[in-house]
């Protein structure tokens, strides 16, 4: 059992006395020595029934126990091995009457919380189009994820807005308590509230589960965070595995300082480094520590491997987001000579991203799937857009109508529909031309008004107008949560389809434009996605690929702004998420790396100028392979800034090494009124950060659709905010 570990994973294994912290590096065999550990226990001695061990998906859970099984047989089953959240509904199930439910108490998931939600807000005549439902369902769940009761909320609720929302909270719980329900948020608290008003429950538990095993220890929230320690208190045989660098779910409520905190929680606790990588070469290793060192709040550790051999990382600079796909799929093309698609991942910081790469695949006839989201033209707000422009180009189309009647939501039920389409087959016509009921009636006239507006738009003003006329973004806004964000970014992407088919098209008149577009479009979303076929590329965002691995990997978009996203670029606790993304991204690969960026890019229908990524800056240039090396380049230059002037020499050794920070005894005067982390207004591009300040010249990173600018500190336009 024993013999298949190295030194490190061997003593983690038996040290069984106290509180442990496992610092487990990327590949480090993070699964093999937990599963070990607890196989040992079991074959010396202790008693199944006395081990927990929690990890965060039901998979993971699942992976835990075979292999455990495998290594002590039946006796596994005894243990308790599971999520959070299924180990919560069996400390509740188990103690109801104590919390005051039936044992059969009911789950919500996420539709029925959002119904009770939609319930209350009715009940209280509040308007949904300014009380947006799932933005309350998701305020009451963040609420819950650091344990704040109505209670404990209304000490903090000071404008009109709050209190509305807290009196919401109060009557969803008061509603979910009385119908015997908890949501997906109570299976962490009722179990801490269950354990904070018993305490002999909880002694009973603690005496049971004397040693407990805490997997991805970096991606636990408040409640968790409270739940392992109420449980571990007694007998203090907690271990706890986790890497810092590779925590970045603090959108999801995941609290990485817990890992960092452990030795304070634990004054006598051992700390273990797992730092022998066993899947990616040295080059590899290297740039990702090179990358994670910059972080100020992490463990020191240093991945590294016996793997010596191996190529340099590939570094690309790219002409547009055209060229970065053309590069991709040039290269990808030559690997799946020798080697399966399987073997290959795409990775990006945004799912909007993927949509340029999907295309450039299906042109070069290159088999894809899109991990973790569906297809670019397979979601449901772009299909939805898709239904507003077919639906106006011709009113005779049913499926559209129907599809978009009641998006967003006007009160337009399914009854009113299918009464709808009665009619109009009673009378022969379309749905569209039937519409006589009220509400239906002001969605008619919404439509006829943009056909009417149509011919006088360009097609990417025609698609801001249906989104601005329907409200469609304004209600994603309101929803205010990663996946509203994240439609609202696919939205904004679509209007780099219509720029660039614009770009493409010069010449035709709107109409024909749009004609034009709608015939395109049928073209790539109506294409085979080749889903029978196991043998294809991953596309997908680095929050998805944690915990995969592949033989090559190309990470795109590596532009300041991009990556590091627009918003983390003036947070630093943010931009260190954004760095350990990076993180998770590199060690990914096992053997070949590539980092590519653009000069230009068109995003959300703006084309960005940004500087490589500070990333790429941050990895030493003796492990970087660069296949392209751009000159210095009036594409640089907008109309109200200029690139400073550097020499050929100095731009190639920018790009190569980045623009490192200058030798305390090199002092570059500024002149001017800013300081880098000033808010600033500008007349175009609205407030922005000042991120850096070179002479007279200074970077502001504006709003993620624009981008970094350099511009001058002279300029009238731009004020402090």
Known sequence: MLNELNDKQKEAVLYNDGPLLIIAGAGSGKTKTLTTKIAYLIENGVNPVNILAITFTNKAAQEMKDRIYKMVGSKAKESQISTFHSFGVKLIRD?????GYDSNFVIMDSDDSLSVVKKILKDMNLDPKKFNAKGIKNRISSCKNVMQTPD????????????????????????????????????????????????????????????????????????QYILTKMLAVKYKNLTCVGDDSQSIYSFRGANYKNILNFENDYKNAKVILLEENYRSTKYILDAANAVIKNNVYKKDKNLWTRKIDGDKIKYYNATNQEDEARYVCNNIKDIVKDNDYSNIAILFRTNAQSRV??????????????????????????????????????????????????????????????????????????MFDAIEDKKQLAFKEMILKLILLQPNLTLTEFIDKILDTFGIIDELKQENSFESNT?????????????????????????????????????????????????????????????????????????????????????????????RLMYVAITRAKKHLYLINAKRRMLFGQTQRNLPSRFIEEIPKELLDVEAVVEPSSSFNTSINKTPNVNKEEFKDYLINGLRKKKKDEKIENSSSYN??????????????????????????????????????????????
Do not use: W
Request: net charge negative.
């Open 152 to 223: 404990d909320f209304s000490k903090y609720a000071v404008s009109e807005i709050d209190n509305i929302f807290l009196d919401v909270y109060k009557k969803y719980e008061d509603y979910i308590y009385k119908n015997d329900a908890v949501d997906f948020d109570d299976l962490l608290i009722l179990p801490i509230k269950l354990f904070r008003e018993h305490e002999d429950i909880l002694s009973k538990y603690q005496d049971r589960y004397q040693y407990i095993l805490i997997d991805e220890y970096q991606d636990t929230n408040e409640a």
């Open 95 to 99: 103690n109801a009457t104590l919390l």
């Open 676 to 721: 880098v982390g000033d808010r600033v207004n500008h007349k175009i591009f609205g407030v922005g950060v000042v991120t850096r300040i070179d002479g007279s010249v200074m970077y502001v990173a504006f709003e993620y659709k624009y981008g970094i600018k350099m511009i001058s500190t002279s300029y009238k336009g731009i004020s402090k905010v």
């Open 487 to 579: 439609r609202i970014e696919n939205l904004e992407e679509f209007k780099s389809i219509t720029k660039s088919f614009e770009e493409e098209n010069e010449g035709l008149s709107n109409n024909e434009m749009l004609e034009s577009f709608l015939f395109r479009i049928s073209l790539v979303s109506d294409v085979e996605e080749y889903k029978n076929d196991v043998n294809r590329v991953s596309l997908m965002t680095v929050h998805q690929v944690k915990g995969l691995e592949y033989d090559y990997v190309f990470v795109i978009g590596l532009e300041e702004g991009v990556f590091p996203h627009f918003s983390a670029i003036s947070d630093s606790s943010e931009l260190e998420e954004e760095r």
């Open 357 to 430: 790469m999907e295309e450039e695949c299906l042109k070069e006839d290159i088999p894809y799937k899109v991990i973790g989201s569906t297809y670019f033209y397979s979601r449901k707000e772009i299909k939805d857009l898709i239904a507003y422009i077919r639906l106006i180009h011709n009113t005779q189309d049913n499926v559209s109508l129907t599809r978009i009647i009641n998006v967003p939501r006007r009160g337009i039920g399914e009854k009113s529909i299918s009464n709808l389409a009665y009619r109009a087959d009673c009378l022969g016509i379309s």
